[in-house]
């Protein structure tokens, strides 16, 4: 098939989404407008063998590996070959010093046209929390204060214990009754509480990964212009954009590469409305 009929194909195709947590009610709705793509999940899919946010089980790889697995695996169970899935991480932010950050990626799979295309986002909206506390009432406070019961919270006995882990608490008087029985059960008359970051139990993660989707359809859309396979995106960056104060190269980027996955086309742009750098940014200027 011709690059330039790949997009026009997807339109004619169903693709398998690879989740437990209700990520279809955002990601489907985007896939359909933007690229028409109509998506099936399969049914009783497990992706908690891939790894879970509550460390039970350990992640299947790093985070683009892990969301690769889920994907293959769906298109595996339900013989289909078009697959997506998504995959989210926190961790310090990569440019901001001590600020955590969520990063959420959807991946595309299209085994009949031999391409993988990435969607991100990164925002600082949604964060870890956790706390010890000794009384149901605490417990509730707590959980409060994150925005429980929108926003899920978990309870363990403690922070490294992998057993003995209650989910699905939707309710603040569920939230009571569990922690009175867990702090009568154990002798530390304490209880770990933490809030739930999965997808479906967490809406600020979706928020990132409904973004994480209108990312990949802005990649998919992105054509390469010798071979128009879809999918020409930034693989890499120069640095050293000049200072406009004392002409010396800065740490900051001065053009990204773009490279298409197919036929190895490489073009290097300069950042957008951006020619130099301020004396405030340049490490020579403003050691």
Not at 18 to 23: E, G, I, P, S, V
Not at 178 to 201: P, Q
Request: net charge neutral.
């Amino acid at each position: 098939m011709p690059s330039t009929d790949i997009i026009g194909d997807w339109e004619k195709r169903t693709g398998v989404l690879a989740t437990m947590h209700n990520k279809e009610s955002v990601i489907s709705p985007i896939l359909k407008e933007g690229l028409g793509i109509t998506i099936t999940v399969p049914h009783d899919f497990n992706t908690d063998r891939f790894g879970t946010f509550t460390r039970d089980i350990k992640r299947a790889g790093n985070q683009l590996e892990a969301a690769r697995k889920k994907a293959q695996a769906a298109m595996m169970l339900t013989g289909m070959d078009l697959g997506f899935s998504s995959e989210g991480s926190f961790g310090n932010h990569p440019t901001i010093p001590f600020v955590q950050s969520n990063l959420e990626i959807v991946v595309l799979i299209d085994i009949k046209n031999d391409l993988e295309i990435v969607g991100h986002f990164r925002n600082s909206n949604s964060q870890v929390r956790s706390q010890i506390v000794h009384t149901p009432e605490e417990a509730v406070d707590v959980a409060c204060s994150w925005g429980f019961p929108k926003q899920g919270v978990i309870l363990r006995q403690s922070e490294t214990s992998s057993r003995h882990i209650y989910k699905e608490i939707t309710t603040e008087d569920d939230l009571r009754t569990m922690s009175e029985k867990l702090l009568l059960k154990w002798s530390t008359k304490s209880v770990f509480i933490e809030t739930d970051m999965r997808a479906h139990r967490c809406p600020k993660r979706m928020d990132g990964i409904k973004q994480a989707t209108l990312d990949l359809i802005k990649n998919c859309k992105s054509i390469c212009p010798k071979c128009t396979t879809p999918g020409f995106v930034i693989t890499d960056v120069v640095k050293g954009l000049p200072c406009n104060g004392c002409g010396l190269a800065t740490d900051l980027v001065k053009e990204t590469v773009r490279c298409c996955k197919k036929c190895s086309y490489q073009e290097t742009q300069p950042i957008e409305n951006k020619n130099s750098a301020e004396p405030g940014e340049c490490q020579w200027c403003n050691p």
